[in-house]
């Protein structure tokens, strides 16, 4: 059974923390160089086109599921859907609930390797960082598994304390550094000798650039970041809604955590581009630039240790923030489903998730002729697939159609729940029109995104 419901202390705890659990390496890396594969300034207004069709309106309804069903996904489900139907909607809900540990399965390597390099900066061995460091690092499980296990252990005593003894105050803190640090590494990028090509490449558009062919590429991708980069379909996003109180309606609150993510974002392309173009470096390098790339450059600065260290800082802070917040969702189910209390909660899935992220931290070193999609590929494009291509698209179609019919929660009953509390109000139009367009688009973005994958278009 579960136990009683934890709640933020203010409304600034629950914005950082949605907002934390949506700001990781989809917003610092990711989006800078999607953008950089598809010609800058015109992918940055499509993707904030789809933000606003797109990913507000999923974040809205996964908000308003989490709060209404004050528990986690597959419990809210369970609790919220319409008690004439033979249908059991929250059944399905636990495959895609089972995203958030898969995601960690993964993330929590990468994270590590964040540390690392942090670590290497801090130290005074950034001098010594070159293309093979990277390499030799992913050779070694050993010292993979370190860093990993340190970064998994800081997230587990966070989320031991509990939401507001712990959690909030550390996202406070760790959120208000990520600014300070966005905020410097801005100022001094946009500074750099030729950065103003960088930012012309950003903030301009040039049409005349695509082809039709390629417009479309971007049109696809645009989608799909607004769409990954608030981590839909999970749950991750209704936890937080579960701990919030009902005194603000949830479409001003939305608003803040999108633009929030998304500020993030944009902050982190006023940073890489400017770089990029002040040394002649590609910005659509793909993984390398981060690991590869980047501290060959950071090398080329005056003071480039402490740049470097402070690049690195900013992404490890952006990376633990996602680790706590999509963490205690699996401590919260715990809880709800077995009446576990936090503690054994925290073990339990801490153990679990030091043992199942193994498998991708061999993937580059014993396991590495384990290759599921062809050459170069490895166990963490298997478990990237799972989680990115298939259960947050599906995850988000099955959430929007839920909320949108009757036999599901109903669009009544969804639009009273977000117009909760003072603060912006929804119109009743703008839930109606969502239900015409809202989950063709999503399964759009889930069939090309299939049908790509395998190359078949």
């Known amino acids: 059974m579960a136990q009683n419901r934890e709640h933020f202390g203010s409304r600034l705890g629950f914005i950082l923390m949605t907002a934390g659990c949506a700001i990781g390496l989809g917003n610092v890396w990711r989006f800078p160089y999607i953008a950089g ?3 800058g300034g ?39 859907q319409n008690p004439g139907t033979k249908y059991q909607w929250h059944l399905p809900v636990y495959l895609l609930f089972a995203g958030n540990l898969i995601l960690l399965m993964f993330y929590t390597a990468i994270t590590g390797w964040l540390v690392a390099y942090s670590s290497f900066y801090l130290t005074g061995r950034g001098g010594e960082v070159s293309a093979a460091t990277f390499d030799t690092f992913l050779a070694s499980p050993g010292q993979q598994s370190v860093f990993m296990l340190g970064s998994l252990l800081f997230t587990v005593l966070i989320c031991m304390g509990g939401v507001q003894k ?28 030729g950065a103003g090509k960088g930012l012309r490449f950003f903030l301009c558009p040039d049409i005349a650039a695509f082809t039709p062919g390629l417009f479309l590429e971007a049109v696809h991708a645009a989608m799909a970041q607004a769409f990954f980069t608030l981590s839909l379909g999970i749950g991750s996003i209704a936890i937080c809604g579960s701990y919030f109180d009902r005194k603000r ?16 974002a944009f902050c982190s392309g006023l940073i890489i581009f ?10 659509a390098g793909g993984p390398p630039l981060i690991f590869i790339t980047l501290p060959q450059v950071f090398k080329s600065m005056p003071g480039g240790f402490f740049w470097g260290a402070l690049f690195f800082i900013f992404l490890s802070v952006a990376a633990i923030s996602t680790l706590i917040a999509v963490f205690e969702n699996l401590v919260a189910f715990g809880m709800d489903e077995f009446g576990w209390k936090r503690r054994k909660s925290c073990v339990v899935f801490g153990v679990a998730l030091a043992l199942l992220s193994m498998p991708c931290i061999l993937g580059f070193n014993l ?91």
């Open 166 to 193: 712990t959690i909030e105050k550390s996202i406070k803190v760790m959120m208000g550094g990520l600014v300070i640090l966005l905020g410097i590494l801005v100022f001094h990028a946009v500074r750099l000798p």
């Open 367 to 457: 396991w590495k002729n384990f290759q599921p999609f062809g050459a170069g590929s490895s166990v963490l494009d298997l478990e990237d697939f799972i989680v990115s291509d298939n259960l947050l698209p599906l995850g988000a179609l099955y959430l929007s159609i839920f909320c949108l019919t009757k036999s599901g929660w109903g669009r009544d009953n969804l639009r009273t729940e977000l117009n909760t509390g003072t603060g912006w109000k929804l119109p009743a139009w703008f839930v109606n029109v969502l239900r015409w367009y809202l989950p063709v688009l999503i399964f759009a973005i889930w069939l090309i995104g299939i049908l790509k994958k395998f190359a078949l278009i």
């Open 37 to 39: 594969k598809y010609g």
């Open 274 to 283: 400017p770089c990029c173009a002040a040394f002649n470096v590609n910005p």
């Open 249 to 264: 309606s949830l479409p001003q609150e939305g608003f803040w955590i999108a633009a929030l993510d998304t500020s993030v």
């Open 42 to 80: 015109l992918f940055v207004l499509l993707y904030l086109f789809f933000l606003l069709v797109l990913g507000f309106p999923v974040l809205m309804m996964e908000l308003a599921v989490g709060r209404a069903g004050q528990s986690t996904f597959p419990g809210a489900f369970r609790k919220l």
